[in-house]
């Protein structure tokens, strides 16, 4: 992502590469820089679809933000305001927090950070997931979130190492009260085994996508 050097030094560009993909030669959007772009994927995800054509003659290798914009929004057939989609867009332009559930690669409940995402139709995957054979793993963290586990261990951690919990940890504690001692044991190993959350049973499933 580059900011123009120009007199609109606002103006924010992307670099295209053209790729030859199913038959047909499409131009994709690049990172320039380390570091998660879920604009990025949502766009190259409909380039890459044909849902969206960036219209470029063969010699263009830039694309602006603002041109962008408006062609995601042409692609929602004008469902969302052009207001929105550059609110949800800012957004995007960094790691999204989804709210996943470990026992299958789609379950990613709708919110702000995945909006577009469902309104285009472009299907996330996530690799938080166990196996569902594991039965005493799955009993434990149940249909819960990753999110919901993280805090639940974390009050749970937190009672057990001080003897002391804040409010917020009390109610977290009590939402996790069927929870045994045993199970604890096996949530903490699960996130001590996997800290970066990318489990080996889900790395497996993502590896047929």
Known sequence: MDKSSSSNSDMVFYKTKRIFFQDR???ILCLEQNGPSALLALSNCLLLKGVIHLGMNLGDNIISEQMLIKTLHASTKKRVS?????????????????????LSIDAI?????????????????????????????????????????????????????????????????????????????????????????????????????
């Open 109 to 209: 409940h709708p919110c702000h950070a995945n909006y577009l995402f469902v309104l285009l139709d472009v299907v996330l995957y996530h690799g938080f997931v166990v196996d569902p054979e594991d039965e005493d793993i799955v009993m434990a963290l149940g249909a819960n979130t990753y999110a919901d586990i993280k805090r639940g261990l974390a009050a749970h951690l937190s009672k057990n190492s001080s003897g002391s919990v804040t409010n917020q940890e009390r109610s977290e504690d009590t939402e996790f009260s069927h929870l045994t001692t045993y199970q604890w044991k096996l949530i903490q190993g699960l996130f001590d085994d996997f800290p970066t959350g990318l489990m080996y049973y889900g790395w497996i499933i993502m590896d047929l996508f």
């Open 82 to 102: 052009i207001a929105l989609l550059k609110q949800r867009m800012s957004q995007l332009g960094q790691s999204m927090e989804l709210c996943t559930k470990f």
């Open 25 to 27: 030669f499409v131009h």
